[in-house]
């Protein structure tokens, strides 16, 4: 009978103490988080103990600020654009400078989730951005002077459509272009068209000019870009993967 009562107390001790502690508080960690992809109103939930509001901040930059043409330039596809960017040459290297000091600031500032797929976005992203500034910078040199293309940092990339465009043999330059055009007007729907037009161009008192304007603007700056541009399989796997990232992923999306 004494030990029954003994176990007895020893119970509602033991129940008092349990009553007498807090229950493990539950915490909900899940944060909304809402953001735009190219034609979707995109609204989930991150988990705030795995990531911070600037990493998942900084990978929607990369990936639908920084993910494309960086800088606002002409294209020059006429003769009035090139003698337009002959004769305000310092002022377009002014422009191009100044949107790069202001986008760099951005772009080098950003946080992103520290993992490798993200990390190695951001290094991707950089590179672009640093590759397409000197593309636009000596692209707007090269139609003034084209011989400075011969420092050009993609030399080793695209040396045939460079050595064609620097050359003092004018001629080696109007092989090139033709070669290009013939190359070009195969994947038009009016081949004999693109090479009439070529024709007509290389006919004209001004044909160096229009040479630079393909050469330079078409051969030489499709050959530098997609050197340094992510391929589109890789683009769409890095989308997916920051969709992942959200829980209860809702998006509403407009018909294309």
Same mark, same amino acid.
């Given at each position: 009978?004494?030990?029954?009562?003994? /176990?007895?107390? !020893? &119970?509602?001790t033991? &129940?008092a103490?349990? !009553?007498?502690?807090?229950?493990?508080?539950?915490t909900?960690?899940?944060?909304?988080?809402?953001?735009?992809?190219?034609?979707c109103?995109?609204?989930?939930?991150f988990?705030a103990?795995?990531?911070?509001?600037?990493? /998942?901040?900084?990978?929607?930059?990369?990936?639908?600020?920084?993910?494309?043409?960086?800088?606002?330039?002409?294209p020059? %596809?006429k003769l009035s654009?090139?003698?337009?960017?002959?004769?305000? @040459?310092d002022?377009? !290297?002014?422009?191009?400078?100044?949107?790069y000091?202001?986008?760099?600031?951005?772009?080098?500032?950003?946080k992103? =989730?520290?993992?490798?797929?993200?990390?190695?976005?951001?290094e991707?992203? =950089?590179q672009?951005?640093?590759?397409?500034?000197?593309?636009?910078?000596?692209e707007?040199?090269?139609?003034?002077?084209?011989t400075?293309?011969?420092n050009?940092?993609?030399?080793?990339t695209?040396?045939?459509s =460079?050595?064609?465009?620097s050359s003092?043999?004018? $001629?080696?330059m %109007?092989?090139?272009?033709?070669?290009?055009?013939?190359?070009?007007?195969?994947?038009?729907?009016d081949?004999q068209?693109?090479?009439n037009?070529?024709?007509? @161009?290389? &006919?004209d008192p001004?044909?160096?000019?229009?040479? !630079?304007?393909?050469m330079i603007?078409l051969?030489?700056?499709?050959c530098?870009?997609?050197?340094?541009?992510q391929?589109?399989d $890789?683009?769409?796997?890095?989308?997916r993967?920051?969709?992942k /990232?959200?829980?209860?992923?809702k998006?509403?999306?407009?018909?294309?």
């Open positions: 009978m004494r030990m029954e009562k003994m /176990i007895v107390g !020893l &119970s509602l033991l &129940s103490i349990v !009553l007498g502690q807090k229950g493990p508080v539950k909900n960690n899940l944060t909304p988080y809402s953001y735009q992809t190219f034609n109103d995109n609204k989930g939930y988990d103990s795995k990531y911070e509001i600037e990493e /998942i901040d900084g990978v929607n930059k990369l990936l639908y600020k920084f993910n494309g043409v960086h800088f606002d330039t002409n020059i %596809f654009s090139l003698e337009e960017v002959r004769r305000n @040459k002022q377009h !290297l002014e422009n191009l400078e100044k949107q000091q202001e986008k760099k600031q951005e772009l080098y500032s950003l992103v =989730i520290n993992q490798p797929v993200w990390k190695k976005l951001y991707k992203a =950089i672009t951005f640093e590759n397409e500034y000197e593309l636009n910078k000596e707007i040199l090269a139609f003034s002077d084209p400075t293309l011969k050009s940092r993609f030399y080793e695209c040396r045939e =460079i050595d064609a465009i003092p043999d004018r $001629e080696k %109007f092989a090139s272009w033709k070669a290009y055009t013939e190359l070009k007007s195969k994947n038009n729907s081949p068209g693109v090479m037009r070529f024709n007509a @161009k290389l &006919s001004q044909s160096e000019d229009y040479a !630079l304007i393909d603007g051969s030489f700056h499709n530098a870009n997609s050197s340094f541009r391929k589109r $890789e683009e769409g796997n890095v989308y993967d920051f969709d /990232i959200f829980t209860k992923l998006k509403n999306c407009d018909e294309p």
